[in-house]
């Protein structure tokens, strides 16, 4: 089983919808849980960066944290042709070093 | 500040020559990250830095991968000899303490 899993995709949605995004990991151990969006041809940039269960909102973007579940999300709300890109989950755990995990992203188009 | 820049953003060499990538991490930073991506494997760390020490080289793919990072300013990743299947885009990221990544915008790497 891999530490992370995300659907790849492609995802696409029309203008003003509301996406949801997941993923799962393995290790209990990870602590801290984090979204970044890729645009073609550029970094990975980070969006929401979280270390406990729950939501975290920002704007239009919520982070959801279920570490009974081992399940990460994120929502987009009132969703843009802006917002397609590549998005990423990563989980890290700081115990003995560092153990940082990328999942393999959800490509997301949002059509005008 | 500029954000984390890398140099050079694209390069092509032919199999069996030298490659060296250079990255500038945000000034204050204590992290340093060489990852690469690829579509097949996705975003991999390679080498991590603290405080311009190696901390974990685990990813390096093999002897003919180094890094450098001689200064707090300044890291280079070489790869020599150069293979065909090396080709990916490099990203270097860096981070302050707990905070985020900040990636820089790669180096798309192609081996002929």
């Known amino acids: 089983q891999k530490e992370v899993e995300q659907d790849p995709g492609p995802l696409s949605v029309p203008e003003g919808a509301i996406v949801s995004l997941n993923c799962t990991y393995s290790?209990?151990?990870?602590?801290?849980f984090m979204w970044y969006r890729q645009y073609s041809r550029k970094g990975p940039e980070l969006l929401m960066y979280?270390?406990?269960?729950g939501n975290k909102e920002d704007g239009r973007f919520t982070a959801q944290v279920d570490k009974s579940s081992k399940y990460i999300s994120l929502f987009i709300r009132d969703s843009q042709p802006s917002d397609s890109a590549t998005y990423l989950c990563?989980?890290?755990?700081?115990?003995?070093?560092?153990?940082?995990?990328f999942g393999p992203g959800t490509r997301l188009s949002v059509l005008p | 500040d500029a954000g984390v820049i890398q140099s050079p953003r694209h390069e092509v060499t032919e199999m069996g020559q030298e490659v060296t990538l250079r990255c500038k991490p945000i000034?204050?930073?204590?992290?340093l990250f060489w990852y690469r991506q690829t579509m097949m494997r996705g975003l991999e760390l390679l080498i991590y830095?603290?405080?311009?020490?190696?901390?974990?080289d685990s990813g390096m793919p093999e002897d003919r991968f180094s890094a450098k990072m001689p200064n707090a300013s300044f890291s280079t990743l070489k790869i020599q000899p150069s293979e065909p299947r090396d080709s990916a885009v490099y990203f270097c990221?860096?981070?302050?303490?707990?905070?985020?990544?900040?990636f820089g915008s790669g180096t798309r790497l192609t081996v002929v």
């Open positions: 990221a860096s981070r302050l303490g707990t905070s985020g990544y900040t």
């Open positions: 290790n209990s151990a990870f602590q801290y």
């Open positions: 979280t270390y406990s269960s």
């Open positions: 990563a989980i890290e755990t700081r115990n003995y070093g560092q153990n940082f995990v």
């Open positions: 000034s204050g930073h204590d992290y």
């Open positions: 830095f603290n405080n311009n020490v190696p901390i974990d």
